[in-house]
């Protein structure tokens, strides 16, 4: 073999080796104060919940993603490892209200095996921080077996993985879970929870229910749809981007930001978008990916700087005169002026884009997967700027107006108002 060869193949090997070779991660107790280490170093978590642009969570001062599942791992840990980040490496455990039966025994041992398949795979890669066992196991719950499944996976892991914490994450923070996963899981070294307008009471509610381990806040953002002001045709009103700007920085700044002896960090959501109630509910992009205000809040919270070019600020908007917790009514065919007061903190000249979708339909639960709604065109007027006009649609029933205000940057502000289309 020719010697460069040798060395070529050589140091193909070391970097194969390199990148496989995990960092040791581990939860220490100082002086009653939870830390975690890796690599021997304090890391505490600015992170991001999803995959999608990696390379703005470095650039913005977070350091950690957090996925749901195992699907597209190689790809996911590879992105980190690029941009130098971290990964909370979500396991798929089946849930019970999609069907899954924890008496049975065979289910739950197969299920055991699949995700040992998984840990194998992924244990040894840098990026790895820690591992999710589960997403919201005790979501519309009844057999509380789930807890002894949870156990058995955390002690796989232990056996198979000495380098990374395990966790599961629980929907919102109830005394009934605490106190199953302190007697049923000991393997689990750290309490996820998933919470959001509740994220200023977090800090509080672990005391209060008993958990005197770490934890982390594996998903917050705006305020949900169960917690949002309620429209008579049941439709849930959603907080513009600059009313969700102002909520995270809030909660985060007046809890976890504080708690220094148990959180270790969160985990942001949605780094990216999703159709959930809306196409514009909780993630911090739009659908072609442009930015919010609540990614230049983000940025702030994790790097104590703000953005040199910052969103634009959506202070009002209304249709008829009324704002989206007015119970907006209009009579088919009618139509009626629609407007927007945005302003930007550079100046920006600013472009507008309005849409009309009917009401979501598809409603889930848990962030189950949702169908957009269709787009209604030709009722609103081409090319409109921040005043126009919407020609209520024929056919009665719920839709919702939307305003999309972008600054020619990759910021945008956006707001929606539902409505009710009424005959007399």
């Not at 919102?172 to 929870?193: F, H, M, T, W």
Request: proline share 6%.
């Amino acid at each position: 073999m020719k010697p460069y060869l040798t060395l070529t193949l050589l140091a193909l090997t070391t970097v194969t080796y390199a990148q496989t070779k995990p960092v040791k991660v581990e939860v220490k107790q100082t002086n009653g104060r939870y830390e975690l280490l890796r690599g021997g170093q304090p890391y505490f978590i600015k992170g991001a919940g999803g995959g999608q642009f990696p390379e703005r969570v470095k650039a913005y001062g977070g350091n950690s993603i957090r996925t749901w599942t195992t699907q597209g791992g190689e790809q996911v840990l590879a992105e980190a490892n690029k941009n130098g980040l971290t990964v909370m490496m979500g396991l798929d455990v089946v849930r019970e209200r999609h069907g899954f039966d924890y008496n049975d025994s065979t289910a739950v041992a197969e299920q055991l095996q699949r995700l040992r398949t998984d840990v194998m795979k992924y244990k040894d890669d840098p990026a790895l921080l820690f591992w999710g066992i589960g997403n919201e196991l005790n979501l519309e719950y009844k057999n509380p077996k789930v807890w002894d499944a949870v156990q058995q996976i955390a002690q796989m892991i232990h056996e198979v993985d000495p380098n990374h914490p395990t966790s599961t994450v629980l929907a919102g923070l109830n005394q009934a879970e605490v106190d199953y996963i302190k007697a049923r899981c000991p393997a689990v070294d750290i309490l996820s929870i998933n919470t959001y307008a509740g994220l200023a009471a977090i800090p509080q509610q672990v005391r209060t229910t008993g958990w005197t381990g770490p934890y982390v806040v594996a998903e917050w953002g705006p305020t949900g749809h169960w917690e949002s002001p309620v429209t008579p045709w049941k439709a849930s009103v959603e907080e513009t981007s600059s009313q969700k700007a102002a909520v995270y920085k809030s909660r985060y700044e007046a809890s976890v930001a504080k708690d220094k002896t148990q959180c270790l960090g969160t985990y942001v959501f949605l780094w990216g978008q999703k159709q959930e109630r809306t196409p514009t509910w909780y993630g911090l992009f739009t659908e072609d990916g442009k930015e919010s205000e609540v990614v230049d809040v983000m940025q702030y919270l994790w790097s104590g700087k703000w953005p040199k070019n910052r969103a634009p600020h959506l202070a009002a908007f209304r249709l008829d005169g009324k704002l989206a917790t007015d119970s907006v009514y209009l009579e088919p065919n009618r139509s009626y002026t629609a407007l927007v007061t945005v302003t930007d903190p550079d100046k920006d000249p600013l472009t507008y884009r309005w849409e009309l979708l009917l009401e979501s339909t598809d409603l889930k639960s848990g962030g189950d997967r949702e169908s957009r709604p269709a787009a209604i065109a030709g009722l609103i007027p081409a090319n409109a700027k921040n005043q126009t006009t919407l020609k209520a649609p024929a056919q009665e029933g719920a839709y919702r107006l939307f305003i999309y205000a972008y600054d020619g940057h990759d910021n945008v502000a956006t707001a929606n108002i539902p409505f009710y289309v009424k005959g007399k």
